[in-house]
Each structure stands twice: as structure tokens, then as C-alpha cells.
């Protein structure tokens, strides 16, 4: 019998053509069927289109129709497949990570540094891979499939402007590749459900990149508008004094549940560990900091979302979960 994969389409450069004023996304989702032909008599694809935008327009009421339309879907199909903007694209796969957890069918992700309209691209070969993806028996939850490699939806990140190899998986070895047609997996997924679906994400996290000498009077702005502010500091994660002290005032306005406050760093490779300097050490002893440790940022923005939204006003439940291991999240917690 043959598989059903249902086609999500959502724009970005893999459907784009020249405007005149660069690139726009212009295929219809019944477009693509075109170039998948040679999967005709082992799958059936079925085209929707979501949306039709540069993945820089996506937003969370993006994530949550995507993950809406699956859960409607998930009965009537074996896999679901993606097409999506690169520039977004790692963000979108963390979110769907936290909002459809544990599934036994695959969701794939995918897109191209060149529109599928061109000569030479990488989105045929991006497209065809993630299809050998989905129709795998072995495949699992949420990845991304981008030049051949198979990465775990919350540790994609995009580390390349036009390069075909434009993903890394980071922290984390990839699950697999795909070479020669053929899907090779290093890890497998041992996701086997009952699939969890999720329907809400508080939008009100708030990522702060530390630069030298940055004002401390932009913390109680924050904190008035966001419940969770990200600080994305400087290697392994320390805090500035005077941010420190700006941030212990304010903090006293509000109950331990209402602002969360999280350190990153903005290393890509090799995580945090606020312990290892006094400015780490002083800002998590005085501060209630959750740390990211070796998660991606993409991951740590989705995750928080999703935790926020579950109105949780239980601070060590709401850290349970920020530390709980979701589709490879986290590794290493010290």
C-alpha cells in the first residue's frame, strides 16, 4: 500500500521566482508535484498550501497552524513534509519539536539556498531527499533534511548565508544523511509515541544580546512587556554588574513564576556554564537564571514559549521542564 505524505507548503526560496525586485515566493504547493514524479508509485502526495511568504514574515501563528494541521491530519497520513524558508526554518523546527512531541511519524523539514525554478539548485535533491525521509520506516518526530543530512528539529541551526551546506547540527551529532538515495541513520529516533499535540505559545520572550557597555535602564522596559528575558551573553555566560543589579531590583517586583530569566551565551559551539567565572557565578547565586547549557538558542526561544504557555505557577515544574530532554534538546546539565 502506498504511503501518504501530506505537503505543506509554506514559500520561501525554494518556490520563489525574480519579482524584478528580487526574490519572491510565486509556486502554487500543486506546483511541486511536478518534480516529485518519480515517487508516484510509492507514495501519494498530497499538496496544501499554509501559506506563501519569505520565512523572515514567519511568526508563532505560523507554528501553531502548522502544528494544527497536523494534529487534523495525523490519522489520514504516515508522514508530513515541510517546505519552508531557510532563514526561519531552524526556528520553526524547535517549535514543532515542543508542540507535537513523541511522534511515531515523521515530520521533515526542508528548503533550498536556490529556487526549485532554476537549472542548479539544491532544492530537487533537498525535496527528493526529505521525501526518502519520510517514506523511511525507521524515521521519527521532527528533523530537518538539508544537504544530505539529517538533523534533530531542535538542533538545527543555520550557519551559512548561500552555501548548499547552509545547516548544522549543533552540539549534537546529525541523526543521519541521506547518500546515494539511500537514508543512513547514525541515531535512531526512539520516539514512539502516543504523540502529545500542543496548542499555545506565549510570545512574550524577550532575547537580549549583551554588548560592552550596555545601559542597565532598558531592564525594567523588559520586564513590563516580556515574561522571560533571554540574555544571550558572552562566552561560557556572565552577567555585567550593573545588569546584574538593575535585574535583581526589578526581579523583586514579581513572584518567581511571572519573569523567567534564562543565560545563553553567543558561542555557537559548546554551551554555557555560568559557574565557571565569578560574573556567571554571581548572576545564577543572586538570580534565579535558568541556564542553556549545550541547547541551540533556536531551541531554548521555542522551548520557553511553549513552557510559558502552559500557565505553570510552579517554578520547580516549569523547571523540570525546561531541563526535561525533548527530540535530543539537551545533553548536558551541570
Not at 69 to 74: T, V
Not at 86 to 97: G, N, R
Not at 144 to 160: E, H, P, Q
Request: with cysteine; hydrophobic share 40%; aromatic share 10%.
Amino acid at each position: 500500500m502506498k504511503k501518504r505524505i501530506l505537503l505543506l507548503t509554506t514559500g520561501g526560496t525554494i518556490a520563489s521566482g525574480d519579482s524584478g525586485n528580487g526574490l519572491l515566493p510565486v509556486l502554487s504547493p500543486e506546483d511541486f508535484l511536478q518534480y516529485v514524479r518519480e515517487f508516484e508509485e510509492v507514495c501519494e502526495l498530497v499538496p496544501y498550501a499554509v501559506c506563501s511568504i519569505d520565512s523572515t514574515n514567519m511568526e508563532v501563528s505560523h507554528w501553531l497552524l502548522l502544528a494544527r494541521l497536523i494534529r487534523e491530519n495525523y490519522d489520514s497520513y504516515d508522514a508530513f513534509l515541510i517546505c519552508h524558508g531557510t532563514d526561519t526554518m531552524a526556528y520553526t523546527a524547535a517549535a514543532l519539536s515542543y508542540l507535537i512531541q513523541d511522534s511515531p511519524k515523521p515530520i521533515v523539514l526542508t528548503g533550498a539556498q536556490k529556487s526549485i525554478l532554476l537549472e542548479i539548485t539544491d532544492a530537487r535533491k533537498n525535496l527528493h531527499d526529505s521525501i526518502r525521509c519520510a517514506l523511511d520506516g525507521r524515521s521519527r518526530d521532527v528533523m530537518l533534511v538539508f544537504d544530505g543530512k539529517i538533523i534533530a528539529g531542535t538542533r538545527a541551526k543555520k550557519t551559512a548565508t548561500f552555501s548548499y551546506n547552509a545547516f548544522s547540527s549543533i552540539n549534537f551529532p546529525v541523526l543521519g544523511k541521506v547518500q546515494d538515495d539511500v537514508v543512513i541513520y547514525y541515531i535512531e529516533n526512539s520516539a514512539g509515541g502516543p504523540v502529545r499535540f500542543y496548542d499555545r505559545m506565549d510570545r512574550r520572550v524577550f532575547l537580549l544580546k549583551l554588548t560592552p557597555g550596555m545601559s542597565p535602564a532598558i531592564i525594567p522596559q523588559i520586564l513590563q512587556l516580556y515574561d522571560c528575558i533571554i540574555v544571550e551573553g558572552f562566552g561560557v555566560g556572565g552577567l555585567p554588574d550593573r545588569l546584574r543589579e538593575a535585574l535583581l531590583t526589578e526581579m523583586g517586583r514579581y513572584k518567581a513564576h511571572e519573569k523567567i530569566l534564562i543565560m545563553a551565551t553567543q558561542v555557537t559551539y559548546e554551551g554555557s556554564s555560568m559557574d565557571t567565572y565569578v560574573v556567571g557565578r554571581k548572576a545564577k547565586d543572586k538570580l534565579p537564571f535558568l541556564e542553556t547549557y549545550d541547547m541551540t538558542l533556536e531551541a531554548v526561544f521555542a522551548k520557553i514559549m511553549w513552557i510559558l504557555g502552559l500557565h505553570i505557577e510552579d517554578r520547580d515544574e516549569m523547571e523540570r521542564l525546561f531541563y526535561g530532554k525533548v527530540n535530543y534538546d539537551i545533553f548536558r546539565k551541570e
